[in-house]
């Protein structure tokens, strides 16, 4: 009898030990310090990221014949006409009274030179750039869309020529001017397409003069 009693007493004592300590542990802890704050966490905002400039071309400087001028200029076409001088990789901005606007340019390399009149038919800010289907089958490794920005190389400004695949453009290579280095567009530094731009509207007439015509000996800048 003895020992019933006994054993009823040890586990009415383990029962209650182990009530009181899931008492203890469901209890939320005490702040011993409630005057003081926890303070919230700040979160930084992201960012700025800048708008990109017109001019990529960094510390590249361009040689003094290449660089946009005012030169006597001597042509039978209407002021506001643009003329590609291929060969000697110059373009002309017709202003009149014997006078051009001059830039050096980059233009199509051997095999992708070409010649005509076009006009401008549409012009665009910091373009997309889709290559068209014959430069994506010689260089197939090329991506088939590029987003408008610094890295793109169409530049800053695209004036696109006719139903041509062919455009006037910036370039993120300054390098590259007075070279002939393209598949047959024409190339400016960002700041000098952004200027030409600025200058010409949708409907300008582009005069592509072939290799074979040289007129650099022609033009005479003005000082």
């Keep these: 009898m003895f ?14 030990t182990f009530a009181f300590s899931g008492s203890a542990q469901a209890a939320p802890p005490t702040q011993l310090f409630p005057f003081f704050v ?12 800048a708008a990109p400039s017109e001019d990529e071309s960094g510390t590249f400087e361009l040689p003094a014949r ?8 001597a042509t039978r076409e209407a002021p506001g006409t643009i003329i590609i001088d291929t060969p000697n990789t110059y373009l002309y901005l017709v202003l009149g009274g014997g006078q051009a606007m001059r830039y050096g340019i980059g233009v199509g390399r051997d095999g992708f ?13 910091w373009p997309d750039w889709v290559p068209p289907p014959e430069m994506i089958q010689r260089q197939p490794y090329l991506p088939r869309h590029m987003a408008g920005g610094p890295g793109n190389p169409l530049g800053a400004r695209a004036m696109y020529l006719g139903g041509t695949v062919y455009r006037i453009h910036g370039t993120n290579a300054p390098e590259t001017i007075g070279t002939h280095v393209s598949s ?3 190339r400016l530094v960002n700041e000098d397409v952004s200027d030409l731009y600025s200058r ?12 074979t015509e040289r007129r650099a000996e022609l033009a ?4």
């Design 3 to 16: 020992k019933l009693r006994t054993a009823i007493g040890l586990g009415a004592l383990a029962l209650g």
């Design 38 to 49: 926890v303070p919230q966490t700040q979160y930084a905002p992201p960012p700025a990221v």
């Design 66 to 73: 290449l660089r946009r001028q005012v030169v006597s200029y």
């Design 113 to 125: 030179t070409w010649s005509g009149v076009q006009s401008i038919t549409k012009k665009a800010e």
């Design 184 to 186: 047959g567009c024409i």
């Design 200 to 211: 010409v509207s949708v409907g300008t007439k582009v005069v592509v003069l072939p290799m």
């Design 220 to 223: 005479t800048s003005i000082r």
